[in-house]
């Protein structure tokens, strides 16, 4: 349970082989921000949601679910500016809970991250095949993934994608932030356009009821069950007052990935300043987005009558619009590219600050004499996320991604109760409010939304953990560069 001081921690930045460059700006990670958390859930999760738990009251759904992310990122804002490391959740940990913490989070958001590339690759190449089977080109059935063909088949493009974009991470943040920024003023302005568009088509008849009446309980067995109703025999219902909540516990994954701008702190010019308006404002952008869109899909057609698969897409086509129904399939393929490489860039910097401390092998922290990134670890995390894209099929990789955060939001919480008893004294240059009550709240929201998860999403992170204890066990431990000499707080 040995602590790394604040104080080691930024030391550690300094050491010439061992530091990222500072480039980033509050804007270049509100871009980045905006970049991860915007994918295809605006333009899909928004109607299903809509249609199966909450009607036209989707809007209010992601009002609460963005209600629980700033709580959340109220917390990170708190420690990124205080502790401008590399590392996110990971260092936040290991500064105020701990090295065993430290390393259970680490790993945790290890898996997050690599999985969480993987299934938007994969995603990204499907979109893609779809447009060049529009053009009449189609890849063959060996190079398009287990998702289109069985036997022995590889997905190209989802590798492709992902080892372009380890390049253009490994050339450094500032030609990052660069890409990033041009592809998401794209993905951006298509999402202004729909909601635009899409206004002129709205009937305000669709939105009576604007709650509709609850209908009855979500119904699973077995392992597929949501914990809570395996522990306690609760069920979330459907339609309500109480659908609104089923449906934010759906719709917060649509949020997932404002956390990894965290990651970026020690590569911020000024990460007093520009952290805390980097995660709020690209929580805050989102949340408008959100609730924008949920309002206009709901007013162009009658939440029962939405499909599951291309909700928004179904909506233009049902009103006479089909060319906007083809935007909304270019905005997702290319909004895509951004939420994998922000997600790629997050695994890598957290892979990074756990070889700087020892935990892993130091060899991966090594940072690039011209680029000033850390080269070794991205292309070893870029090469194993491509091929796991290219040979695993979606619904496979999607199981494990969600949790993760959650876990992650409880854990910084946490630290935020905790160093503020254990270092009064450290300058904070942004404070998160009433504390210990929100940071409390955050912990009972997100413990809530995780018991909502499927009882074999929580076995299989289970497993997850219990392989990362062991080979802290074996390696971490004993190659740690923290002491027990002055380190505990």
Partial sequence: MRTKSIEQSIQDTEEPEYALTRSLSALDLTVFGVGVIIGTGIFVLTGAVAKQQAGPATALAFVVAGVVCALAALCYAEFASTLPVAGSAYTFSYASLGELPAWIIGWDLVLEFALGTAVVAVGWAGYVRSLLDNAGWRLPDVLSGPDVASGFTFDILAALLVLVLTGILVLGMKLSARVTSVVVAVKVTVVLLVIIAGSFFIDADNYRPFIPEAQGTV??????????????????????????FTAAAVVFFAFIGFDVVATAA????????????????????????????????????????????????????????????????????????????????????????????????????????????????????????????GFTSISELAALVNIGTLFAFVVVALGVVVLRRTRPDLPRAFRAPWVPVLPAASVAASVWLMLNLPAETWLRFAVWMVLGVVIYVLYGRRHSRVTEVGTRS
């Fill in 219 to 244: 119904s699973a067995s077995g392992l597929r069950a949501p914990l809570i109703q395996l522990m306690a025999g609760y069920q979330p219902t459907t339609f309500g007052v109480a659908g609104i």
């Fill in 266 to 389: 020690e590569e911020t010019r000024n990460p007093q300043h520009d952290m805390p308006r980097g995660i709020l404002g690209s929580l805050f952008i989102c949340t408008a987005l959100y609730v924008a869109v949920s309002i206009v899909v709901t007013g162009m057609q009658k939440y029962s009558e939405l499909s599951v698969d291309a909700p928004l897409a179904d909506a233009f086509k049902a009103v006479g619009q089909p060319f906007y129904a083809g935007l909304i399939s270019f905005g997702a393929a290319i909004g895509l590219t951004t939420v994998c490489m922000i997600l790629l860039l997050g695994q890598t910097r957290v892979f990074f600050a756990m070889s700087r401390d020892g935990l892993l092998p130091r060899v991966f922290a090594k940072v690039h004499p011209r680029f000033g990134t850390p080269y070794r670890s991205t292309v070893l995390l870029g090469v194993l996320i491509a091929v796991v894209a």
